[in-house]
């Protein structure tokens, strides 16, 4: 895992190996600015709330900065994943440095971007950044609006603003955040038509500039784009004196199950996927001490029925005014959907299966969704894989589908107020309803393209040959990944955790391929005797306290919580080498008020029963 020290608000780094980041002064490389905001929702602006904006800046900006590793199975766990520490100085030290809040951000962050996170706050020298110059264009008072919405200008954001603005009857304040002003003017048209058909003083617009200054990004996965982005609809919405704000997503991205055997972890986009939704809201209760809500009311639509939504509120003459891309550097005037990036090829299927391809053109895409030749780089193989992990699901039954889609089960257990089982199997009716769509869509196209095909007309390498010429769809791998991934599939029922403990070379073993040492070593050390002894007398393991756990580790509690979430992270490429499906829990379990232990579900072996080459996964 790669190392990272970013050092917020300096002049100059400690180290040769730090980056700088300031969001003011002569060094300022990041832009934040938020506009149309009126006088009044400023003075309603405390201090913590700035101190979050900066935050979040940071840490998009950041993650933009610097580059992930390898996309290699072999070098997985070591090179995708980064480990980034962040110095930053804030206003409401003692808010910030609560075990509590900090537990909230990490934990989060972490999921959403499968990135390990700390954080070093300081307090902010002062004088500080005044907040006003973060807002440069107020406005007079505006009419209070019922909702605050996240706006990016997509399918999806736009069907629920049209929905909640014809349908519910509701006014909205739509807080829309742009690195690149292509996005901006996207959402700025968008808002005008809708105000030109009436809507102006039931609708406001507030665009976010969030950016890096004088250099250049260098990673595009953009993971942490949904804390950036919830983190101002939060703010705004503080400012507008509510505690709740909307994201518009449909229900299968919120979920986002990986295209191919070689996304996996982060390269999934979690973007709204609901663990990472109810982290942000406690965390923004921690911050304010009060309840807040995040409401995600198209969770339980898929794409194409989502799109309908905006025939429905009388605005499909909208529809391709809205842009879904996320290559706006590759946007011409006439074309603003490069047609092979996951978000094009998803948003088509959804606007083809809903009927309203008529209302945007093929032209519209640099690459037609079906017909258009795909033999450059990974193209054909994005489109392919997202029909054939499609087709899979509509061939899975219920009984498997949380078993053949593991990924299924960080989410199905927050949903508010909807029961475990109630949520497995409305989402497997959510998936299965989408498959149908695409398979609609699929099947429409070889009946009206019968001729061409059969004569050869449409180029070999278009999605629509590739679907034709197979019995069934697969997806060519770049490598042995795939192959992999089905062999953990298969083997989902093997046997408990397996691992072996070494005092003399002070080494944690498992069957994987994976050594913990140093510090990760010291932490099972702290826990074995209690997993022996119970063993040994057919007894219910023991935990041990937090404090206690600390204090044999010689540690803080907020410490010792960080070396553990360390310690999991570097076992997660089990998932894969062993096969083993694993949470939180599988090897160092935590429960609530009792503290931790080894999982007793895990079995130790010797060490001269560990076989294979040992790599190690130390942390100091």
């Given amino acids: 895992m790669k190392q990272h020290l970013i050092e917020c608000g300096v002049t100059a780094a400690s180290c040769k190996e730090a980056i700088t980041m300031n969001v003011h002064g002569p060094s300022k490389n990041v832009n934040l600015r938020i506009d149309y905001i009126s006088r009044t929702m400023l003075s309603n602006l405390p201090d913590l709330l700035i101190d979050l904006l900066e935050v979040a800046a940071y840490v998009y900006c950041a993650d933009q900065r610097l580059v992930r590793g390898s996309e290699q199975l072999s070098k997985f766990g070591e090179n995708w994943r980064r480990s980034l520490r962040f110095s930053i100085p804030v206003r409401e030290l003692e808010v910030w440095q609560d075990p509590e809040v900090q537990d909230a951000l990490i934990d989060t962050l972490g999921f959403l971007s499968d990135d390990s996170y700390t954080f070093d706050f300081r307090q902010a020298e002062t004088p500080v950044q005044p907040k006003e110059l973060y807002f440069q264009d107020l406005i007079d008072p505006a009419d209070e609006h019922d909702e605050v919405a996240l706006f990016s200008g997509g399918v999806d954001s736009f069907a629920g ?90 229900g299968v991205v919120s979920i986002n199950l990986p295209l191919a055997g070689d996304v996996v972890g982060g390269r999934a986009t979690r973007t709204t996927h609901p663990k990472v939704l109810r982290g942000l809201e406690h965390l923004f209760s921690l911050l304010l001490d009060r309840q807040i809500q995040i409401h995600t009311p198209l969770q339980w639509l898929t794409k194409t029925e989502v799109t309908e939504k905006i025939a429905a509120a009388g605005m499909v003459d909208l529809l391709s005014q809205t842009v879904s891309c996320t290559r706006p550097r590759k946007w011409t005037e006439g074309q603003k959907h490069c047609g092979v990036c996951s978000q094009c090829i998803d948003r088509r299927f959804g606007i083809l299966a809903a009927g309203l391809g008529e209302h945007e053109p093929p032209a519209r895409y640099m690459h037609d969704l079906l017909l258009d030749d795909r033999s450059g780089g990974d193209d054909l193989r994005m489109a392919l894989a997202y029909v054939s992990l499609f087709k899979r699901i509509s061939t899975t039954t219920k009984a498997r589908f949380l078993v053949d889609f593991p990924e299924i089960v960080s989410a199905v257990g927050h949903f508010p107020g909807v029961p475990t089982a109630e949520a497995g199997d409305r989402l497997f009716d959510l998936f299965q309803r989408h498959a149908n769509s695409v398979e609609d869509v699929i099947s429409s196209a070889l009946r009206e393209y019968s001729t061409a095909l059969f004569r050869n007309e449409l180029p070999a390498a278009s999605l629509l040959v590739a679907c034709n ?152």
């Avoid at 038509?193 to 039931?202: H, I």
């Avoid at 991934?485 to 408990?496: G, I």
Wanted: hydrophobic letters at 40%.
């Fill in 469 to 620: 010429n197979r019995g069934h769809v697969e997806v060519a791998p770049p490598s042995t990944y795939d192959a992999d991934m089905k062999a953990f599939m298969d083997r989902l029922s093997v046997a408990p955790l397996e691992f072996a403990f070494d005092d003399d070379q002070e080494r944690v073993y498992f069957k994987g391929a994976m050594a913990l040492e140093g510090a990760n070593f010291k932490l099972v050390a702290a826990l074995i005797e209690a997993f022996r002894t119970a063993k040994k007398r057919r007894s219910e393991v023991p935990y041990r306290s937090a404090p206690d756990l600390a204090q044999c580790l010689g540690i803080s509690d907020q410490s010792m919580r960080q070396q553990l979430k360390r310690l999991r992270e570097a076992i997660e490429p089990l998932n894969v080498s062993l096969g083993i499906p694993m949470d939180q829990d599988s090897f160092i379990q935590t429960k609530e008020r009792a503290g931790y232990r080894i999982n007793p579900q895990c079995c130790e072996i010797s060490v001269a029963d560990i076989t294979g080459s040992i790599s190690s996964a130390s942390t100091d």
């Fill in 161 to 250: 603003a049209v929905t909640d603005l014809v349908a519910n009857g509701r006014s909205l304040t739509l807080v829309g955040h742009y690195s690149s002003t292509k996005v901006r003017s996207v959402q700025e048209g968008l808002i005008a038509e809708l105000k030109r058909k009436g809507f102006d003083r039931r609708l406001s617009y507030v665009p976010v500039w969030v950016s890096n200054e004088g250099v250049r990004a260098r990673e595009f996965t953009q993971r942490t784009r949904s804390f950036l982005f919830a983190c101002l609809g939060f703010v705004v919405a503080r400012m507008s004196g509510k505690d709740s704000f909307s994201f518009y997503e449909n």
